[in-house]
Structures are given as C-alpha cells and as structure tokens.
C-alpha cells in the first residue's frame, strides 16, 4: 500500500514515517520543503497544501492519506490558521475525490472538546467547545472530511503530546533546569498525555482496519501535575518546583501577555491546559483499533529526558 503523508518532516509526523516504515509501508511524504532524513526509504514531494496546484501530483498512485500538517500556535494567527487547517484540508479532500482515494486517517487534536467542567473521562461524543482558534480550526477541519461522504476518514485525537523531539518537552524540561517552573493551582489536576509513538501507531492501526470513518482519542496515561512534573524534576536530578501561583492570576498574565507579546511565555490555553481536570478516554480505540499504549509515564519521562540531555 503506498501512503501519501502531509506534514510528514515535522514533530509528530517523522513517528508517523518510523512507524510505517517500520510496518514496510511505501511512504510519500508532502512537505514544503526537501529534507529527506530518510533516503531513499521515502519518495520526497514538495508543495503547500494551501496552494492547490503546487500538490496536486502527490496524490498520483496513493492508495490512502495521512493528513498531519497543520499550523500550530495556541495563540493569535487565526487567518493563517483558517487557511492552513481548514482551507489546506479541503485541498486535501477536493484531491482525494479528484484521485479516487477513498480511506484517510485526519490528525486533529483533544482540543477540540475544549475544557469541560467535568469529573467524568471525555469520550469522542463528549461535547465539541474548543477554546482558541487552533484548537477550532482542527473541529473544521473534521467537519471538512465529514462532508465528503466518499471518503472514509478516521479521526485521531492526541491531547497533550510529550516525547523526544517535541517543542513542548524542551520548553518544560527547560523551565525545571532553570528552576523557573511555577505549578497553577495545587497541582492535582488530572491531564492526559500521549507519547508521539503511540500517535503514530494509532494512525497506522486505523489505516489498517476497515472499519473506519470514526474518531479515536488516543492517550499512552493519565497523571496529576504533580506527579507528572515530579517524575520529570527526579529524573532530571533537579529539585521539585516548590513554587505555585493561582489558576485566576495565571489567566489573567496569559491574557495580558498575549495581547502584550509577539511570543508569549504563558497563555491562557497553556493556563488552562496545565491545570484544569481533564481526562481523555480511550476507550474506543482500545476496542475497535486494538490499541494499547506503548508508553507510560516513566517511559516517556524518560524518553524525554535521555533526548533533553544529550541536545
């Protein structure tokens, strides 16, 4: 089967690329650019996916699509995010019909249930409030594939997506190294946390099963802060961060900084992200896809920190 991948070069998507090339896939990735870590394991187009004609033939001879790219930012750019997330997709989609390629798996994003005020896990028909544009874009971008009912398209949904590699664990890990890392609230706030490689094998398993053309929330575990953060500190031999600060005085910095700052150190999605209860339920795919995590809290802490420290 021959697999065409979007976004194929950045975090998520070279896990995407490992993964199938590991399940012997015959890989094409989408990028903008030429880089090309993988030789002549992958076959290489360039292009931009809001500009129609640039990838149109990318999707000659693809049997299915990995749509990963995205423009990510959890603050401002809300045009650029409208024309990479939601225009860009309905390119994708509009060159899937064009191509005859009928099975799709979408990256979109835990995001898009918001933060609901709730004890209970969220499932994949948990009410859709997502707070920012990114996270709004992504739920466009789903109902994008929706409307095109020839195309049978399975939905992942990561939340919080640590691992080596990653943006975020740097900035976290970073933040404990410098003893800067300040906890909103008390800290036993429950978040959910997904290993790039469980993302990555979670797309492949819906590639693979035919009954498809739902969405997956897809999770490696469940943590506290506090314990997430403390795991981090010890193996990082660095002390716990002792210093907290309230979820309200938090926000409103966020808010501030956003306004204030081309690139602002906190945000209120951060705020909210790092310290509201929010389990993410799995559930479905460990039923239907036969998923199960590869990952779990001490595997990624060290995962991360075994890359942080060899950067």
Same mark, same amino acid.
């Given at each position: ?37 993988? =030789?002549? @394991? +992958? ?11 640039? $990838? /149109?033939? *990318?999707? &000659? ?125 008390? =800290?036993? @706030? +429950? ?11 979670? $797309? /492949?398993? *819906?590639? &693979? ?103």
């Amino acid at each position: 089967m021959k697999i065409l991948v979007t976004g194929g070069t950045g975090f998520i998507g070279s896990y995407i690329i490992e993964e199938l090339l590991e399940h012997d896939y015959h890989v094409r990735i989408l990028t903008r650019g030429s880089t090309n870590k993988w =030789g002549d @394991n +992958i076959e290489v187009k360039t292009g931009d996916i809001t500009k129609f004609d640039t $990838i /149109r033939d *990318a999707f &000659e001879d693809i049997d299915a699509v990995i749509h990963n790219a995205a423009y990510a930012m959890d603050y401002g750019r809300k045009r650029e995010m409208y024309k990479v997330n939601v225009l860009g997709t309905e390119n994708i989609a509009k060159l899937c019909i064009e191509n005859d390629i009928d099975r799709v798996v979408y990256t979109s994003s835990a995001g898009v249930y918001g933060f609901p005020d709730t004890k209970e896990p969220i499932t994949e028909d948990s009410p859709k409030k997502p707070l920012n544009y990114y996270q709004k874009s992504k739920l466009l971008g789903e109902q994008v594939f929706s409307r095109y009912k020839e195309i049978k398209t399975s939905t992942i949904r990561p939340p919080l997506v640590f691992g080596a590699g990653g943006i975020g664990a740097k900035i976290l890990l970073d933040r404990l190294a410098n003893n800067s890392m300040i906890i909103i609230g008390d =800290g036993n @706030n +429950i978040i959910s946390v997904v290993h790039p490689r469980d993302v990555a094998r979670c $797309i /492949r398993l *819906a590639l &693979e099963k035919d009954n498809i053309g739902r969405a997956f929330n897809v999770v490696s575990f469940t943590s506290t802060i506090n314990d997430f953060i403390g795991k981090l500190a010890e193996r990082l031999d660095v002390k716990k961060p002792e210093k907290h600060v309230s979820f309200w005085i938090a926000y409103i910095t966020g808010f501030l900084l956003e306004h204030l700052s081309k690139n602002p150190s906190i945000t209120r999605f951060r705020v909210k992200t790092l310290a509201t209860n929010r389990e993410i339920s799995y559930k479905r795919a460990e039923e239907i896809l036969g998923y199960k995590p590869s990952f779990d809290l001490d595997k990624t802490v060290e995962d991360m920190v075994k890359w942080y420290v060899n950067l």
